[in-house]
């Protein structure tokens, strides 16, 4: 495709594929290949020494693979991506080329369950910490950065709450400190917000959830804004300094703006083999075509039974953004216009063992650990996702014992608000 400035539901059908060059096909093959056949010894050599770019090794690049990177950087609006086996891979990958140990990250309280483990433990036997902070407060994140922190980690829209983070609030902070502001997007996907356009640096994305969109594949993407000067200070040394593992080779001064997606091909992938495999990298790039088109029925599915939700009296309270009563609704015009994602909690009057009761007496919603489905999910946070923490980090990632997770599909409203009637009657009789 030509650089013309597409639309949003054209460049999501196209950007990234070309009719396949030998055979003409429509759609993009999966290249089910590990290795890939030189033209000659120079030619080899010209790959292995990255002065010419192309195809090695599977656990590097693939064509199927390197469409969906294409295609998710330009909906994103950044100038690369590197795709990995899951969103968690995408997380360590996007903070490898950064960190070394004895650095640290900032990241807010609010964030998938998974994350707030792998911050809180996981990397520490990297040598790597990670400081938890409310982003509500700008004050205490500014305060939090030290000399050595690295990146600032949040959510645009956090799951499981569906609160909206002021990326232009946080991101103004991270440039006054010349540390990168990475935003996981997976929640809001590039139709309902576009991070870089708030100043963030970095994305990472779960392409497990509405990137997919329907529940078949795990994956991860880090997307690079390319704007971000790495050697602007002595803070970044993988990607400003000489890399021995490549004759001496300085990635910024060699690559430029694509410095991070070079870096994290060449050394990331290479060596960490966190790779996505072509036949995810087709599934993903499928559900991508309609992703507009899901994530405008999820939002107004979600804002509907969001409100019948809060006027029933058997619900305490809802937490969407789409709704008039949440503290986030004046951010959602800002962050993402388009509106406020899928993603909402709910308590239910009578507890913890109300909630029980409803999410097994639910017909069509699914109990499942995902999201960002077609189908409408259910789960109790408090016991599943954030189960590894404590009540107060709870209650601060906005999955207290008393909520109730739901990711709304794109099934008839109706339908859904028939289910949760049936299931609030059993729970709460
Ligand atoms: C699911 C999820 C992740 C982790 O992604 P996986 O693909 O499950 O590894 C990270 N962040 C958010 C917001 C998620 O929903």
Redesign the pocket.
């Known amino acids: 495709m030509s650089d013309k400035n597409y639309g949003f539901d054209t460049l999501q059908v196209h950007a990234g594929a070309r009719p396949d060059p030998t055979t003409g096909a429509r759609n993009t093959p999966i290249y089910q290949t590990t290795a890939y056949v030189f033209r000659d010894a120079d030619h080899a050599a010209a790959l292995f020494n990255l002065q010419e770019v192309g195809y090695i090794y599977s656990r590097l690049t693939n064509p199927t693979v390197s469409v969906l990177q294409e295609r998710i950087a330009t909906l994103e609006g950044g100038v690369g991506a590197v795709c990995c ?7 360590i990958m996007s903070l490898f080329p950064l960190m070394s140990p004895g650095k640290n990250i900032i990241a807010s309280t609010r ?2 369950g ?2 707030v483990t792998q911050f809180s433990q996981t990397i520490k036997r990297f040598g790597w910490s990670a400081t938890f902070v409310d982003f509500d407060d700008t004050e205490a994140v500014k305060a939090a950065i030290d000399d050595d922190t690295r990146a600032v980690f949040c ?1 645009s829209i ?2 499981p709450g569906g609160y909206i983070t002021d990326l232009d609030a946080i991101s103004a902070i991270t440039k006054a400190a010349g540390i990168p502001l990475i935003v ?1 997007n ?2 809001a996907t590039p139709y309902l917000c576009r991070p870089f356009e708030h100043g963030a640096d970095l994305v ?6 509405y990137l997919t969109g329907n529940g078949t594949v ?3 993407c880090v997307v690079d804004s390319g704007t971000f000067d790495w050697s602007a200070s002595d803070k970044f040394p993988s990607l400003s300094q000489p890399e021995t593992a490549y004759h001496g080779l300085k990635f910024h001064e060699t690559f430029g703006p694509l410095a991070f997606t070079f870096h994290s091909i060449a050394i990331g992938l290479r060596d960490l083999g966190m790779t996505m495999n072509p036949q995810a990298a087709h599934y993903t790039l499928m559900g991508i075509e309609t992703l507009s088109l899901r994530m405008q029925r999820h939002v107004e599915n979600a804002v509907t039974v969001a409100k019948w939700l809060e006027a029933d009296p058997r619900i305490d309270y809802v937490t969407y953004a789409g709704l008039e009563s949440s503290p986030y609704f004046g951010r959602v015009e800002k962050i993402c216009p388009r509106g406020a994602g899928g993603l909402f909690t709910f308590a239910v009057k009578g507890g913890y063992d109300a909630c029980v009761k409803l999410i097994d007496s639910l017909e069509i919603f699914s109990h499942v650990a ?3 489905d077609t189908r409408s999910l259910v789960i109790h946070t408090a016991s599943t996702t954030h189960r590894q923490l404590n009540e107060d980090q709870q209650r601060a990632a906005g999955a207290a014992p008393e909520l109730v997770r739901v990711s709304i599909g794109i099934e008839d409203a109706a339908d859904l608000i028939a289910d949760l009637d049936q299931a609030l009657a059993k729970a709460t009789a």
Do not use: F
């Not at 086996?85 to 997380?91: I, V």
């Not at 990472?204 to 959830?209: A, N, R, Y």
């Open positions: 086996s899951s969103g968690h891979a995408a997380q964030l998938y998974g994350t959510e956090a799951n996981d997976t929640s990472v994305h779960s392409t497990t959830k795990m994956g991860g995902n999201l960002g």
